[in-house]
């Protein structure tokens, strides 16, 4: 069955940085484009960054565009998302969502948990 | 800064009907932009619920349905159950200059 899981969360300061991957398995990973998607202790989903199937387009929120890579590796299944200047805001657990054109995301994996403290 | 709106909770009796209301405008769901929805019990990953406006993916209940109109969509719940009770969000695209891939605010359904 198709399973995304996400990897690489901790503890790090402000300024710092983090680089998230997402394991892919069950379907053609290279023929989808992939999300990263986060969620703030207790708040609402927002999404994060975009990558096409073949990597050629990325496409970021405002609110990490500059900071944040979003990139990946077809021959490895892996998704990765790398995460400089990290600030408090940033504090979130991250989702990898598969794209389904016309569906949406799915699906989703179990999320990885990133805290940004001093 | 969601540009989708969403209550922040509803609530009913087993058995009732809920709906959640989810509003757009014209740079998203009023564009012409699918509405998807999630459902995310406590303390798991979200879930697809609702796809391309009204189309149920495999597995979920009947009881969940879903529409669009103008620059808002919908998600209805009838016969609800008390397994129902959880985050349940909208998702868009959005046409704007900062737009792109867009979550509604989300909405707490609480069966009583």
């Known amino acids: 069955q198709v399973q995304l899981v996400e990897s690489g969360g901790g503890v790090v300061q402000p300024g710092g940085s983090l680089r998230l991957s997402c394991a892919a398995s069950?379907?053609?990973?290279?023929?989808?484009?992939m999300h990263w998607v986060r969620q703030a202790p207790g708040k609402g989903l927002e999404w994060v960054a975009f990558i096409r199937y073949d990597g050629s387009n990325k496409y970021y929120a405002d609110s990490v565009k500059g900071r944040f890579t979003i990139s990946r590796d077809n021959s490895k299944n892996t998704l990765y998302l790398q995460m400089n200047s990290l600030r408090a805001e940033d504090t979130a657990v991250y989702y990898c969502?598969?794209?389904?054109?016309?569906?949406?995301?799915?699906?989703w994996g179990q999320g990885t948990l990133v805290t940004v403290s001093s | 800064q969601s540009v989708l709106t969403q209550p922040p909770s509803v609530s009913g009796a087993p058995g009732q009907r809920v709906t959640i209301s989810c509003t757009g405008s014209s740079s998203n769901i009023g564009a012409g932009y699918d509405v998807h929805w999630y459902q995310q019990l406590p303390g798991t990953a979200p879930k697809l619920l609702i796809y391309?406006?009204?189309n149920r993916p495999s597995g979920v209940p009947d009881r969940f349905s879903g529409s669009k109109s103008g620059t808002s969509a919908s998600l209805a719940i009838t016969g609800l159950q008390a397994e129902d009770e959880a985050d349940y969000y909208c998702q868009s695209y959005d046409s704007s200059l900062s737009g792109y891939y867009v979550f509604g605010t989300g909405t707490k359904v609480t069966v009583l």
């Open positions: 069950g379907f053609t990973f290279s023929s989808y484009g």
């Open positions: 969502a598969k794209d389904r054109p016309r569906w949406g995301f799915d699906p």
């Open positions: 391309g406006n009204s």
